[in-house]
């Protein structure tokens, strides 16, 4: 006789544009550093030339991206084998997007 078992609840984990929880948790670091190191150039830009301060989301990610300065927050080997492959797999692709908003999940930044 045949034993029926449930069915086992599979979660579908976050895609992170293939890293693994470790890579994209020290890509994330990386990204918030990075916004550190440039976040308050980035705001006394924005007064001098719109005069308004604040970003929205998807500006905050293109100047995080843009400024490669992920790369100076991270491991070298690491970020040559696997972030920047990723990135050039990956940038301008909704998933990629998507992975984005979850390092910066807010609407807008200061």
């Given amino acids: 006789m045949k034993t029926l ?3 086992k609840s599979v979660s579908k984990a ?3 544009c293939g890293l693994s929880q470790e890579q994209f948790d020290k890509f994330n670091r990386a ?3 990075t916004y550190h190191y440039i976040g308050s150039d980035l ?3 924005e007064m001098d030339c719109e005069g308004e301060s604040g970003r929205s989301q998807e500006a905050q990610i293109d100047c995080i991206c843009d400024a490669d300065y992920i790369r100076n927050h991270m491991d ?3 970020y040559d084998t696997v972030i920047r492959p ?3 797999k990956f940038f301008g692709k909704p998933e990629f ?3 984005m908003k979850q390092v910066f999940p807010h609407k807008r930044y200061e």
Avoid: G
């Fill in 14 to 16: 976050p895609s992170y």
């Fill in 97 to 99: 997007m998507k992975m």
């Fill in 76 to 78: 070298a080997t690491e």
């Fill in 31 to 33: 990204c918030w550093s």
């Fill in 5 to 7: 078992q449930p069915k």
């Fill in 86 to 88: 990723m990135f050039d």
């Fill in 43 to 45: 705001a006394q830009c």
